[in-house]
C-alpha cells in the first residue's frame, strides 16, 4: 500500500480507500450503462443475428462502448467523492498513453 500512495502521490489510507471505491463503482456501472445505451441506438442482442457472430459483434460493440462510458464517468465519479484533482490526471496520463494526449492541449 506504501508504495502505491507514494506513485499516485496520496497521504492517507482514507483517500486510498476512496479511489478504490471510486473505480469499483466506475466500472460496475459503466459495464451497467452500456447495454441501454447500446438498446437506445436500436442495437439490442435480437437485432444481431444467433450465430457466433452475431454474438461476438453485440458483444464486441458492447466492450468498445464500456470504454468511453468509462473515461465519463470516472471523472464525474470522481469529483462527486472530492477526488476531481486525482482522477482528471489520471485521466489525462491514460489517453496519453493511448495516444489521445493530444486531446488536453
Known amino acids: 500500500m ?4 507514494e506513485r499516485w502521490g496520496i497521504q492517507s489510507n482514507f483517500q486510498l ?11 460496475s456501472l459503466s459495464a451497467y450503462l452500456a447495454k441501454p ?4 441506438l436500436g442495437l439490442h442482442r435480437g437485432a444481431f443475428p444467433e ?3 452475431g454474438g461476438f459483434f453485440y458483444y464486441s460493440l458492447r466492450i468498445l462502448l464500456i470504454f468511453p462510458i468509462y473515461q465519463v464517468l ?8 472530492g ?9 489525462k496520463k491514460m489517453l496519453s498513453r493511448l495516444g489521445l494526449g493530444f486531446l488536453f492541449q
Open 83 to 91: 477526488q476531481n484533482k486525482f482522477f482528471w490526471s489520471f485521466e
Open 17 to 27: 480507500v476512496i479511489i478504490f471505491i471510486v473505480f469499483a463503482i466506475t466500472g
Open 37 to 40: 445505451v447500446l438498446t437506445f
Open 74 to 81: 470516472l471523472v464525474v465519479i470522481g469529483t462527486l467523492f
Open 51 to 53: 450465430h457466433f457472430f
Open 2 to 5: 506504501k508504495k502505491l500512495k
